[in-house]
């Protein structure tokens, strides 16, 4: 018997990442998960539940055939368990349609995970160890923050492939660091305004030229496009001109219809307060 159940719970993670995580042995989900269990930093395209913690999993092991997590700290508090965990991989498999590139990647973050009353698994956030590891791929995903699980009904995806000027990747990255900091908040005004609810952008590296891919997820494409050639607001013109200068042409002024594809989701989790994950006390 535990002597607590946060200690119960402490112990459920670690076997989570010592046999599940580390070793691939599924049968851990089961186990440990509930079946409706909410991840809110799943892999895009990751199905809903226990299946989709197994999807994410797999395709990280698959991705990084040394994938390995390392606890650096665990604490328990009430029904929760927060740990700082360590990631290592090298990327030697397809990674969200990306061609493996060789590149080994540490990243370092926290990871909260929620326990039902019978010990169970109900609920999981992190912060940090998966943007850092798809930074250090040249990966850079962004979406409006949210603090609950969002469902892709409705939802059309839309991908577009934009070329990387000539001597242009520097600025590009700058960008990007830019709309993940002191222009956040105006970048997550923008994409609600033009209903975009989901975010993904990354450099996809190529022989003769880099290109990079725009994924995004709205209800009505046409309108978003449109929206967006009519925005008269002080940062849409600021980032089209940004845009323009980087890529000479711009991914979201396209036809509707241009490389749709459907599948890939993706929610940013949610920010760490001083009360619960979901920012309630």
Request: include cysteine; charged fraction near 30%; glycine fraction near 8%.
């Amino acid at each position: 018997m535990w002597e607590s159940a946060g200690e119960r719970n402490k112990a459920t993670i670690r076997r989570v990442f010592t046999e599940f995580v580390n070793q691939g042995d599924a049968s851990v989900v089961d186990e440990c998960y509930r079946p409706d269990i909410v991840d809110h930093a799943g892999l895009p395209g990751a199905p809903e539940g226990a299946e989709g913690v197994k999807y994410t999993i797999a395709g990280l092991r698959e991705a990084f055939p040394d994938f390995h997590v390392t606890i650096e700290d665990i604490s328990a508090h009430d029904d929760m368990v927060v740990i700082h965990n360590t990631w290592r991989g090298t990327h030697l498999g397809e990674l969200l349609g990306m061609a493996p590139t060789g590149r080994s990647f540490l990243s370092v973050g926290i990871v909260i995970w929620r326990f039902d009353e019978e010990g169970r698994i109900a609920e999981r956030w992190e912060h940090g160890v998966s943007s850092n590891m798809f930074a250090a791929l040249g990966m850079r995903m962004l979406a409006p923050r949210k603090g609950r699980r969002r469902t892709t009904e409705g939802v059309r995806s839309v991908t577009r492939t934009v070329p990387l000027k000539s001597g242009k990747p520097a600025a590009w990255q700058r960008l990007t660091a830019e709309l993940e900091g002191p222009r956040r908040r105006e970048y997550e005004a923008s994409r609600r305004r033009l209903g975009i609810t989901s975010e993904v952008l990354r450099i996809d590296p190529r022989p003769d030229q880099d290109h990079v891919i725009v994924h995004f997820e709205t209800a009505d494409p046409e309108r978003t496009r449109k929206r967006w050639l009519e925005s008269t607001d002080p940062f849409d013109r600021w980032l089209r001109e940004q845009i323009l200068d980087i890529h000479g042409e711009d991914p979201w002024a396209g036809p509707a219809t241009s490389c749709e594809q459907t599948g890939w989701a993706w929610t940013a989790p949610p920010r760490l307060t001083a009360g619960r994950p979901d920012g309630s006390n």
